[in-house]
């Protein structure tokens, strides 16, 4: 099964650096594509040596995940569960279960005590603390959600901060976000952004669709100054290789479901069943094995 398959990246890269045609990252179905910035990213990676584009990218190459089997024992690490959200309760306070991170359901938004969290697609969102990544070193962010209203550049989540600053919404400054559907690329369903106002921005634009009412699992797991990768139900999409680290990223405005720029119309249409921010890049068989548990049990 492919929730509990450890994906092997044996990928090459693509010519380019931040701002130019080439900073997107593709994943379909087994096929995905790296973009190394440097070789000690592509070492990071275990890519092979001659992996990155040479200065005037004349080297492009794909290659297949190749994939091996998972340790049946293969959990996240006892520790790396920084926060869990798993919308109990009622009212407008969203319980951090596992940290002390509560976070605020705002716009006319309530928990109805059936463990979930249905946002209108309109202007409902929740504000968590600020600070959740910028002092990891590494990450893996978790939801399980389904998605109703296919809007452009809703946002499953986006932390980080806008040009107008704390608690205001204009363009984004630095953030890293997930949306359902990015209509950009050459994958324009499931993406996922980051950027710094030093690094640009980078992204992994997929074609894989959650716009279906089922309850999915989407995670990125963030590894600083190596890369990013993004997974849907256990199976990994696309690798993105950056400089960028998490400490970079001023996330001062730690949404779910709003974006940081105001062009981006529609907050998220959907349901939330479970949140979780990991203090720690997760293997994809520790991931997996999230999945197998699935939102309402930790493996």
């Known amino acids: ?33 790296v973009m190394a910035d ?7 990676y275990g890519l092979p040596g001659d992996a990155t584009s040479d200065i005037d990218g004349a080297s492009r190459a794909d290659a297949a995940i190749e994939a091996a089997p998972c340790p049946i024992d293969e959990v996240p690490p006892a520790g790396s569960l920084a926060h869990r959200y798993s919308f109990d309760g009622t009212g407008t ?14 716009a006319g938004c309530v928990l109805d005590g059936a463990g979930s969290m249905t946002l ?13 990544i910028s002092p990891l070193d590494n990450a ?6 389904s998605e109703r209203s296919g809007a452009v550049f809703e946002r499953i989540f986006d932390f980080g ?11 984004g400054k630095s953030f890293v976000m997930v949306t359902p559907f990015s209509d950009t690329g050459d994958g324009r369903q ?38 990013v990768e993004l997974y849907l139900d256990g199976e990994l999409l696309g690798v993105r290789a950056t400089r960028m680290k998490l400490s970079d990223i001023e996330d001062v405005n730690d949404w779910l479901g709003q974006s940081q720029f105001a062009q981006d119309k529609s907050n998220f249409g959907g349901t939330y069943t479970e949140f979780r921010i990991y ?12 999945r197998t548990a699935g939102p309402d049990l930790l493996p």
């Open 1 to 33: 099964m492919k929730d509990c398959v450890a994906t092997c990246v044996a990928l090459a890269a693509f010519a380019g650096g931040c701002g130019s045609d080439h900073d997107l990252v593709i994943g379909r179905n087994e096929i995905s594509a």
């Open 279 to 290: 203090g720690q890049a997760l293997s994809a068989c520790a991931l997996g094995a999230t």
């Open 120 to 132: 209108d697609g309109n202007d409902d969102y929740v504000n968590l603390p600020n600070g959740l």
């Open 140 to 145: 893996t962010i978790v939801a399980w959600v």
């Open 161 to 171: 901060s806008s040009t107008a600053g704390e608690d205001q919404r204009l363009k």
């Open 93 to 106: 306070m969203l319980k951090d279960s596992v940290g002390t991170a509560d976070g605020t359901l705002l």
């Open 38 to 44: 440097d070789a000690s990213l592509a070492d990071a």
């Open 190 to 227: 499931l993406t996922m952004q980051a950027a710094t106002p030093a690094l640009g921005t980078i992204q992994i634009a997929t074609d894989r669709s959650i716009r279906d009412g089922d309850i999915h699992q989407v995670a990125l797991v963030f590894r600083s100054g190596t890369g």
